[in-house]
């Protein structure tokens, strides 16, 4: 029997990174479902801009500034969160960072940070709302965490090596926490997108055989993705799709095509950089 589509009318939502990229047009596109929604991010600019267009489409927004790498912010995040909204009913782990290159020429400051903020806080994130998200699930049968993961969790992209463990580990994370969640109601998905056009990217030129994508079609079809309670939501291009099916099959194949390209990889991807 297939479950019932999420509802995502007026629901109480977190979503960290908001200020820009995915989690600001994600809050737009809850907005125009009344979302009540706060809005997590270090920087209070970006935040109270996104926090505006969402009034402006029907939406409630709870700017709260935090630096999700800190200690005990994730939880602190989550427990104001739960109190201006009067409530949780979705947790979406979106916040996250890149530095790009030989593993060698990246800063231990760097890999530390990636841990921190794409992994370790949707996990403490995720740890602290369960009681919120439980108790939404048993009132309405409508609770979801939503982590955001990458490409790089299901092909080991070159120079991405650090950034692609951590996305990897929010997608086992997520797919164990579903699995240990089954019959609490509260659903548990990951978007494995692949290059989208937002500020992250803004110091990489793009990598040989994988376009972007804009922003408004990818958050189009994670919504989409919610709503009909996917495990797995895959915003990619059919180029993205084809090396994470190679992958699969075959991770030598995928050894020997990126191989010529290494070079050219390396030239347009060793600036990257968004921390
Ligand atoms: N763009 C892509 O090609 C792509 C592909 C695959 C996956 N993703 C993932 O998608 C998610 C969203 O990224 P995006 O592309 O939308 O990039 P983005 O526009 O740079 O958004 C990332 C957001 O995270 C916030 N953030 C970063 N570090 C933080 C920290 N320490 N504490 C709190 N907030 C922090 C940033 O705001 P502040 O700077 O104000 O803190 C920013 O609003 C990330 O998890 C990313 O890894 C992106």
């Known amino acids: 029997m297939s479950s019932p589509r999420f509802d995502l009318r007026g629901r109480r939502t977190l979503i960290t990174g908001a200020g820009s990229g995915i989690g600001r047009a994600l809050a737009l596109e809850l907005a125009a479902r009344q ?3 706060a809005l997590v991010g270090r920087r209070p600019e970006p935040l109270a801009e996104t926090a505006a267009l969402v009034a402006e489409r029907g939406g409630t927004a709870h700017p709260i500034t935090a630096d999700l790498a800190a200690d005990g912010e994730a939880e602190r ?4 969160s739960a109190a201006a909204l009067g409530g949780l009913d979705i ?3 979106n916040a996250g960072n890149v530095r790009a290159g030989a593993l060698e020429d990246i800063s231990v400051a760097d890999i530390r940070a990636m841990v921190q903020v794409n992994l370790l806080a949707p996990i403490l994130a995720t740890r602290a709302a369960l009681p919120h998200l439980r ?3 048993d009132r309405h049968g409508q609770a979801a965490v939503v982590g955001v ?8 992209l070159p120079y991405y090596a650090a950034y692609g463990a951590v996305k990897a580990g929010v997608a086992r994370f997520d797919d164990a926490m579903r699995r240990e969640l089954s019959g609490s109601g509260v659903h548990v998905v990951t978007v494995y997108p692949g290059p989208v056009d937002t500020p992250m990217m803004a110091s990489a030129r793009p990598a040989p055989g994988l376009g972007r994508r804009p922003v408004d ?4 079809e994670i919504v989409a993705g919610i709503e009909a309670r996917e495990a797995a939501i895959v915003p990619q291009l059919p180029e993205g ?6 992958e699969a099959r075959d991770p030598l194949a995928v050894d020997a095509s990126i191989a010529p390209t290494l070079g050219e990889l390396l030239a347009a991807v060793s600036s990257h950089r968004s921390m």
């Open 241 to 246: 799709r084809a090396m994470s099916d190679l």
């Open 135 to 137: 108790a939404a699930a």
């Open 91 to 93: 947790l979406v782990n």
């Open 217 to 220: 079609e990818v958050v189009a």
């Open 77 to 80: 995040v989550v427990e104001t």
């Open 35 to 37: 979302g009540v929604l």
């Open 149 to 156: 993961a990458s490409i790089a969790a299901q092909v080991g």
